[in-house]
């Protein structure tokens, strides 16, 4: 698998970006604190981790400081030719595969890059402060190739450990057997506790023949107490069955009293619905609603009516009387009285100027006063009388409108009078008194439930008949035993179980006598009990201790066949390298030996190994050589990748160099992600 772009928003200092990668060698180069860590985090984090299982903290860790949502990672996988587009949204605890939510994406970036999670990062991942990790003789070598090739278990033990902790396992197991030793192992206590044993099973084996006779007077009285037993059982099946038939009995009459008893409600529910739906057929509770909302409406008229009709009596008596005084006005045109009277006025005022029409004048306003006191006479008659009218046109208006809407409402009702309604009213609420009393009936009846309940109740009870009655059947004959005779037996059964606790008081006591002599056939059977466990134990042991040598020897040759494998690839790849890394002075590298590596010295013509003091340099150079041999053991042809953080800040410009070749040679089968700050790799950009 490669990686072809990734997109990154929100994670650490990388708020919005996008990268693009090729195959073979990438160079990710920037000064400090520039984001190369981080970005190399983002793409571990994108490869390995859960949005959906990641904790509160992790998540806090690897979000943007200046940001208060978490990381959105999106990046492109190429494998095998296809396309994969992979979304992990922290935020939304959202992880999808080609927008499919439901894919298994653990088991995807397991084939994907052919490696668990934790030997990709001991094997595949190499940091700065990583690459001088290898020192000193060959078992810290091979530990530190098995630590980097196994997979961690719990408390992160490492196959070189199994191996170790099933030697002392074993060694701790048949300690003793070979030789004399202060302590002993599991397998030499349990051979020492079955010989004890054994001797005191065989001691009480010799005193329990010696008690043979007493033994089998006990074996006899205990055939008589398990005859005994026999009869008494049967005889107690044959009252429990007597006494089981009259339950079974009883249980019938209950049942049928019950059945009885729902068959009544049943009826009962059923009559009362067929007069409900009788009421409900011949009377409509709409129709009675409208009837009370009309019969309050009606009230409410006649009543209006009344009281109008009474006003109208009142207001027609004092027409009568202002009818009878006979008052006519002169006219009604008080506007031009009132214009007249002020002209005159004027006129009179002009003439006095003069002095003879003054008298002329006067006259003519006495006239005119004389009419606008007679217009006033007729408006105090207007005011007075015009109202009473109005009101009584206004009440008879009113007494019609309230009679049209009462025949309105009559014959809406389809009635003829008010009685008529009255009567009928009367029988509606009848009706519904009727109705409520019937469904008062059903739902006491009911209580809660419904007429399918009660059916299906009754059913439950004559399916549950139905059921004792075929064990009712095989005993019913039992009814008719005499009465007499199970009184007997009763008696009789009382007496076989005080003969029962009587033979067995006699077994206990002479069990008794043969337990002062310290042999009991139970002590016995406990102890050959006890013999057989420990035997079986011997067995588990034994067993356990074969299989702890089996699988001992094939961790130790899978061990030694993939140390040979690694070994024997780093050889050949470390003796076609080594020679162009020491500018010739080396020629050749060799771990196959038990206790140390050697790379053979062309100047003093021999194998030289770490006991030699090899230089820091030259093992960083050799380590970068195992991490490549490693990878090529365990994938082969497989397409994976490698992420390398400024791992050779400690190599020469000549040892570089190389190193650039090596990485050029296996950028054509892994895509090489290279992080620096340096300008070591510019040449490469």
């Known amino acids: 698998m490669i990686i072809e772009n990734i997109k990154v928003k929100n994670f650490r200092q990388i708020n919005d970006k996008e990268y693009k990668f090729k195959r073979g060698i990438n160079i990710i180069k920037g000064f400090n604190e520039e984001g190369k860590s981080t970005l190399l985090d983002a793409i571990i984090t994108s490869l390995f981790e859960d949005p959906r ?122 300690l003793g057997m070979d030789r004399k030793v202060a302590g002993e192992g599991i397998l030499k206590q349990v051979e020492r506790e079955i010989i004890e044993k054994e001797q005191e099973v065989k001691s009480l084996s010799d005193e329990y023949a010696k008690n043979s006779d007493a033994l089998k007077k006990i074996l006899n009285k205990k055939e008589k107490l398990s005859e005994l037993d026999s009869k008494i059982s049967e005889l107690k099946d044959n009252l429990d069955a007597i006494e089981k038939a009259k339950n079974f009995s009883e249980e019938m009459k209950n049942l049928d009293n019950s059945i009885s008893e729902i068959e009544d409600k049943i009826n009962r529910v059923t009559k009362s619905k067929e007069a409900l739906d009788k009421i409900k057929d011949k009377d409509n509770i709409k129709i009675l609603d409208n009837i009370e909302s009309n019969y309050r409406e009606l009230l409410n008229i006649r009543e209006r009516i009344d009281l109008r009709e009474k006003d109208l009596d009142i207001l ?54 004389g009419i606008y006191l007679r217009f006033v006479d007729y408006h105090r008659l207007n005011v007075f009388k015009n109202p009473t009218l109005s009101h009584i046109d206004s009440l008879k208006k009113e007494i019609d409108l309230n009679k049209k809407r009462m025949a309105d409402i009559l014959k809406e009702s389809n009635t003829s009078s008010i009685n008529e309604f009255f009567k009928i009213r009367t029988k509606l609420i009848s009706s519904k008194e009727e109705k409520l009393r019937l469904q008062s009936t059903i739902d006491g009846i009911l209580s809660g439930k419904n007429l399918e309940d009660l059916e299906s109740e009754e059913t439950q009870l004559i399916l549950q008949k139905k059921e004792i009655e075929i064990d009712f059947l095989k ?8 009465p007499l005779k199970v009184r ?120 030289v190994t770490t006991k030699d003091n090899l230089s820091t340099g030259l093992l960083d150079q050799i380590y970068i050589l195992a991490r490549l041999s490693i990878l090529n053991v365990i994938l082969g042809d497989k397409e994976s990748i490698i992420f390398l953080d400024d791992p050779f800040v400690t190599f020469d410009e000549k040892r570089l160099s190389v190193t650039k070749e090596l990485l050029k040679e296996f950028a054509g089968k892994h895509q090489i992600f290279i992080f620096t700050c340096h300008n070591f790799f510019d040449d490469m950009l």
């Open 488 to 607: 007997r037996d009763k008696i009789t059964l009382e007496d076989m179980e005080f003969g029962k606790f009587s033979l067995e008081d006699e077994i206990v006591g002479m069990e008794a006598k043969l337990s002062n002599t310290g042999v009991v056939e139970e002590k016995l059977d406990t102890e050959n009990a006890i013999l057989q466990s420990l035997k079986d134990k011997q067995i588990y042991y034994s067993n356990k201790f074969r299989v702890y040598n089996i699988v001992l020897d094939n961790l130790v040759k899978a061990k030694d066949s993939v140390f040979e494998n690694i070994s024997n690839d780093l050889n050949t790849l470390g003796s076609i390298w080594i020679e162009r890394i020491t500018n010739g002075k080396y020629s050749k590298i060799d771990i196959s030996s038990s206790d140390s590596f050697s790379i053979f010295d062309k100047k003093l013509n021999r194998l």
């Open 316 to 369: 027609e008596q004092e027409k009568e009387k202002i009818d009878n005084l006979k008052l006519r006005p002169v006219r009604k045109n008080s506007p031009l009285v009132i214009i007249v009277s002020l002209v005159l006025f004027i006129l009179t005022a002009i003439s006095s100027l003069f002095g003879f029409y003054i008298f002329i004048a006067l006259f003519i306003d006495i006239i005119f006063v």
């Open 475 to 482: 005993v019913k004959d039992l009814l008719n035993v005499d």
């Open 53 to 174: 299982k990641i904790s509160k903290n992790a998540l806090e860790n690897i979000k943007s400081w200046d940001s208060d949502k978490y990381p959105f990672i999106e990046y492109i996988a190429i494998k095998d030719g296809k396309s994969f587009d992979i979304v992990k949204d922290f935020s939304e605890k959202r992880l999808s595969v080609n927008n499919d939510e439901k894919y298994n994406y653990s088991s995807f970036i397991k084939e994907s890059l052919y490696l668990d999670k934790d030997i990709f990062l001991r094997l595949s991942t190499v940091k700065q402060n990583q690459i001088s990790s290898i020192q000193g003789n060959m078992q810290s070598f091979q530990k530190s190739l098995f630590e980097i090739l196994s997979t961690s278990f719990k408390g992160n033990i490492n196959i070189m450990d199994i191996i170790s902790s099933l030697r002392k396992e074993i060694n701790s197991m048949k």
